[in-house]
């Protein structure tokens, strides 16, 4: 058997080496000119002008979850510890961990069986006096019910985060992901759809949260450059901030890859668009449907199966690679202490599984994971 079909691969642009040695010699490679180029070119693309560059997802959710609780509060936060932000288990632990960094507790809600997104109405129930934010993961870039969550958000004045670090390129309503929320996430890191080696971008929704945004990302310093001024020194800093920007080197590759977005994002669509073809004829196979209402990035193709861990394995024996990518992550020792009845949340763990769908996977390699999808299924 000599097949070997990853289920991720790094996308590297072919264009990369001549921009990235200049900026290697250019005597500037931290955050600088080609950060900020590389900020004007995702400004345009999602239509949102609030938006910073971190140097991963993970830092700009930890942002997001930081702002989204203390809006106006300037000290420490950590003697803050009545928080509640409403989360997800369906998703990597990354979503997860940063509300703990930023002292707040988490209350789960459960799911959708089937898309893994998070339920609007269970995240209704879950609200409280000390709920400050709800964050929707996207689960492979498949859009959560945004509108739904969103008016309840309002109802109760809570803000909303989506962590759309599977989301490049995902559209609900009719326009791009960046514009629903309070704060939007990204992944830059290394098998997404677009990577700079690491990196993330922020997107809010106001100019007030994007202006302390930009401070809180490098220590708490306005880096405007004032004649006469070194901001090091001579500038007071109101808030303690992070050391979370991006740099240049990063920036280029980020730029640079960004160049072939479209390319591999309708790749990943249309190998999905096979697969949902393919599965309808078999009873044992349930597809995770895309959300009516938008348009899926199809990072990650999911359909559940009775035998999920069988199909799993016989898949890897015969050269594809097959995984559940991120599993329930409220059952891990560091949240024990928010422990929730999820049900539909057991019910997704136990069955989901994802196949390769991105833009490496050729005519023939779908076809052939289609037929093994079908012939292992029971
Ligand atoms: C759903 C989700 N959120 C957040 C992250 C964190 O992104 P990063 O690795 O860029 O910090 C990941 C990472 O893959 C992810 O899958």
């Not at 058997?1 to 490679?29: A, C, R, T, Y």
């Not at 007030?208 to 006469?228: C, H, P, V």
């Not at 073809?277 to 078999?282: P, S």
Request: contains cysteine.
């Amino acid at each position: 058997m000599n097949k070997k079909i990853p289920l991720f691969k790094v996308f590297m642009s072919k264009e990369i080496d001549q921009p990235l040695l200049e900026v290697l010699h250019s005597g500037w490679i931290g955050e600088g000119p080609i950060v900020e180029k590389f900020e004007e070119t995702l400004r345009a693309y999602f239509g949102n002008k609030y938006l910073t560059t971190l140097n991963n997802g993970t830092a700009a959710l930890h942002l997001a979850y930081h702002i989204a609780q203390y809006q106006d509060e300037y000290k420490s936060y950590r003697n803050n510890n009545q928080n509640e932000i409403i989360s997800t288990p369906i998703t990597c632990t990354a979503t997860n961990t940063p509300i703990i960094a930023t002292g707040a507790k988490i209350v789960w809600a459960d799911v959708d069986p089937l898309t893994g997104n998070i339920d609007p109405k269970d995240i209704e129930r879950k609200i409280t006096k000390n709920t400050k934010a709800v964050v929707m993961v996207h689960w492979g870039g498949n859009p959560c019910l945004i509108d739904e969550i969103n008016a309840i958000a309002k109802k109760h004045n809570i803000k909303t985060v989506e962590d759309g670090a599977h989301s490049m390129g995902m559209q609900y309503k009719g326009k791009m992901f960046g514009n629903f929320s309070d704060f939007s996430i990204l992944s830059l890191q290394a098998i997404k759809h677009i990577t700079s080696v690491d990196g993330g971008v922020l997107m809010l929704r106001s100019k007030k949260d994007y202006e302390r945004a930009e401070l809180l990302r490098w220590y708490g310093i306005d880096r405007t450059i004032r004649e006469g001024i070194d901001l090091r020194c001579e500038l007071d800093v109101v808030e303690a901030g992070y050391k979370f920007h991006m740099n240049d080197v990063c920036a280029v590759i980020g730029m640079i890859n960004f160049k072939q977005l479209n390319e591999i994002v309708n790749a990943h669509r249309d190998n999905a668009k096979f697969y949902n073809e393919a599965f309808k004829t078999c009873s044992k196979i349930k597809v995770a449907p895309e959300n009516p209402d938008g348009k899926s990035s199809y990072w990650l193709y999911t359909l559940h199966l009775n035998n999920r861990d069988e199909v799993m394995k016989k898949l890897g024996d015969a050269g594809i690679m097959a995984s559940k990518v991120h599993a329930r992550n409220d059952i891990h020792t560091m949240f024990k202490e928010f422990k929730a009845d999820l049900p539909n949340a057991q019910k997704f763990n136990d069955t989901h599984l994802c196949i390769p769908v991105g833009w490496w996977v050729t005519k023939e390699d779908r076809q052939y994971i289609a037929d093994k999808v079908i012939e292992f299924a029971k």
